[in-house]
């Protein structure tokens, strides 16, 4: 996730499903198993030679 784009109920909702998918895979985890979610800057990673702050401003400025 790229950090500031996600609500905290988007971030929870995500959590939520990473761990049920988990125990469906693996069977009964205990409630003590955590789940991280690592917000990347979003100078920190992009993709085509880009990165993501960049893509942002250009679709907000018209220029990408």
């Keep these: 996730m790229r950090a500031g784009t996600n609500t905290k109920g988007e971030i929870a909702s995500h959590i939520t499903t990473v761990f049920a ?16 979610v690592d917000e990347v ?13 960049y893509r942002f401003i250009a679709g907000q400025t018209g220029a990408g």
Excluded: C, F, K
């Design 41 to 53: 800057a979003a100078p920190a990673w992009g993709y085509g030679g880009q990165t993501q702050e």
């Design 21 to 36: 998918n988990m125990q469906r895979l693996l069977g009964l985890l205990r409630e003590t198993g955590h789940i991280v």
